[in-house]
């Protein structure tokens, strides 16, 4: 059996970690210090298709499912693992 990405969740993986290279990472120490929320970078991610994996495509999503989705997640999560959530245990 293989378990190789296809070619579209490999595009999404690579768009997902550009993203959270050039986007995330140059604010995420400032924002994680300020408990700051970036709607923008929130609403790009959107556009971009980040939270629209397993949805259908009647309702905007892009039905690439729930691996893409992780993929996408887990290269978010390089850069911005916690985000807020420390503040929550203090």
């Given amino acids: 059996?293989?378990?190789?990405l296809s070619e579209e969740q490999k595009a999404m993986r690579d768009m997902a970690k550009n993203f959270a290279e050039k986007?995330?990472?140059?604010?995420?120490?400032?924002?994680?210090?300020?408990?700051?929320?970036r709607r923008e970078i929130v609403k790009e991610m959107a556009r971009l298709g980040f939270f629209g994996c397993i949805a259908p495509e009647k309702?905007?999503?892009t039905e690439s499912g729930y691996l893409?989705?992780?993929v996408m997640t887990e290269e978010v999560a390089r850069v911005s693992p916690l985000g807020d959530f420390p503040s929550i245990f203090k």
């Fill in 1 to 4: 059996m293989d378990f190789s």
């Fill in 23 to 37: 986007k995330i990472a140059p604010t995420m120490e400032e924002d994680e210090k300020e408990h700051k929320f």
């Fill in 59 to 61: 309702y905007g999503g």
């Fill in 68 to 70: 893409a989705a992780s």
